[in-house]
């Protein structure tokens, strides 16, 4: 399976800048330079500190959201899947290893797959469920390659007036919104969640005042899926 991570990030200052220490947690990880891509949305990145040991891609103008979330889309080389990251988000042991062990099991025909739910009510012993509709974010979900060209494709072709009527700041910005009107379907979602969401204000919406939200699926940075019958790894191949 070859799976390549793409993460948008932007310059929170003088409020707290999360992505330097979720980066560090990727790679601490042992993620490859060549499988991180990291989508900045204005031209200087002096605030995000050094960038070895991934792959930065830096835009010539500032980017809004949306735009920058595109450009992640049309960005990330081509792969099996893409698994797309906001930068406030902790993780579990073995994170890359845990979704791609995760999705050789369960992969389906689904458009989306989320690996930190907000709200809901899983099965208990259940490992895979539909994410609510009305459920938030899009903290840390995948997408097989070709379905993010075809999500690419529908959001440059609506980005320009994209819901101009709406009153709310996130409700006009958030990638988000995109995503779920896009899918026309249920997320299937991992349990537990594989993330947690960590910044008190997000960098999906202009909307400065949106309540902070977090996962309450999440078990812990100590915690990992290790079924032992969903044998593929991060980085091996498959048809």
């Known amino acids: 399976m070859r799976l390549q991570v793409g993460m948008t990030v932007a310059d929170r200052s003088p409020r707290t800048n999360y992505a330097r ?11 490859q330079a060549d499988h991180l ?3 900045a949305s204005a031209p200087d990145v002096e605030w995000l500190g050094s960038d ?12 809004t959201r949306n735009e920058n979330g595109l450009a992640l889309l049309r960005g990330v080389p081509p792969c099996d899947w893409v698994l797309h ?3 406030d988000v902790v ?12 999705l050789a099991r369960y992969a389906c025909d689904r458009k989306v797959y989320t690996f930190c739910v907000m709200r809901g009510h899983p099965t208990v012993d259940c490992e895979a469920w539909d994410q609510p509709q009305n459920a938030w974010g899009c903290m840390v979900v995948a997408m097989r390659w070709r379905r993010v060209q ?25 990638f988000d919104m995109m995503l779920r009107q896009w899918a026309g379907e249920p ?36 915690w990992s899926y290790r079924r032992a019958d969903a044998k593929t790894e991060l980085g091996s191949t498959s048809a």
Do not use: Y
Not at 21 to 30: C, P, V
Not at 52 to 62: D, N
Not at 91 to 102: K, T
Not at 199 to 221: D, M, Q, Y
């Open 91 to 102: 993780f579990c042991d073995d994170f890359l290893g845990s979704v791609s062990r995760w």
């Open 150 to 174: 075809e999500l690419a494709d529908w959001v440059e072709q609506r980005l320009p007036g994209w819901r101009e009527g709406q009153s709310d700041g996130w409700r006009k910005s958030g």
């Open 21 to 31: 220490a979720t980066l560090d947690a990727l790679l601490e990880q042992g993620i």
């Open 187 to 222: 997320f299937l979602a991992s349990n537990p969640s594989f993330a947690q969401h960590v910044g008190r204000e997000s960098l999906t919406h202009a909307f400065r005042n949106r309540p902070f939200i977090k996962s309450p699926f999440f078990v812990g940075p100590d």
């Open 52 to 63: 070895e040991g991934l792959t930065l891609h830096v835009p010539r103008r500032a980017l």
């Open 37 to 39: 891509h990291v989508f």
């Open 85 to 87: 990251l906001e930068d």
